[in-house]
């Protein structure tokens, strides 16, 4: 099976920074990679699927990028909002999480 | 605007058997451009997949659950369902469903969810 390994587990960083997460999987994945975002007591919500491909009303600083076994989500300049945990999660075979990143507020 | 709501009993006692039941509203479970699925969150924990399934009953399951998992769809109730059997404290987990869009043959992306159903296993 395919394992995903998310870093850092945890960022410390301000409102306004750009802040970039990687995830890496185990074996090749072509592009069959999401991200969500996930807040405390809350569902996860999309963010990008297909590595790149922004999800339908998620704002434009969030980004993704990457193929093969090497992704990262960027956003670009960091709001209130976006403290939360980030999970990538790749369908190349069946469907496997990483373990989050957790991004506080420094 | 499509919605997920899980149901079931919030307290399994072990090696019993949980079962949910994920109610879709605002849009057809017999959609042929969506899969449903079944993920799991332990306390403080991470997401694991349980399972995925078609309203025509094409099923995927986590190759590490699959001896104890059965989903199932009732296309007349716009319900999908979740059955794990001989449940242990390992199984104490927030349960979430969702569905999964399918682009060009290919099952993508969790891109709706449910609001996750507290589940404990516990005498």
């Known amino acids: 099976d395919i394992q995903m390994t998310q870093s850092p587990s945890t960022l410390s960083a301000s409102v306004g920074d750009r802040v970039t997460i990687t995830c890496r999987a185990s074996?090749?994945?072509?592009?069959?990679l999401a991200w969500y975002q996930q807040k405390p007591g809350k569902a996860p919500k999309l963010l990008i699927y297909k590595a790149s491909t922004l999800q339908s009303g998620v704002p434009s600083r969030f980004s993704g990028s990457g193929s093969g076994t090497e992704f990262t989500l960027t956003v670009s300049s960091l709001q209130p909002d976006d403290f939360a945990t980030y999970y990538c999660q790749q369908y190349n075979s069946y469907w496997t999480f990483g373990q989050g990143t957790k991004v506080e507020i420094k | 605007q499509l919605h997920l709501q899980e149901s079931g009993p919030g307290l399994v006692k072990p090696s019993e058997t949980l079962s949910l039941t994920c109610t879709v509203s605002?849009?057809?479970?017999?959609?042929?451009?969506?899969?449903w699925g079944w993920i799991r969150q332990p306390p403080g924990k991470g997401l694991e997949w349980i399972g995925s399934i078609y309203y025509g009953g094409n099923t995927y399951y986590n190759p590490s659950l699959e001896s104890r998992v059965t989903m199932s769809v009732d296309t007349s109730k716009n319900q999908f369902s979740l059955r794990l059997s001989s449940v242990t404290a390992a199984d104490t987990a927030v349960y979430y469903c969702?569905?999964?869009?399918?682009?060009?043959?290919?099952?993508?992306?969790?891109?709706?969810w449910g609001q996750g159903t507290m589940v404990t296993v516990s005498s």
């Open positions: 605002g849009g057809s479970i017999s959609s042929t451009n969506h899969y």
């Open positions: 969702g569905r999964q869009f399918l682009l060009r043959g290919k099952i993508d992306a969790f891109d709706i």
């Open positions: 074996q090749s994945i072509s592009s069959w």
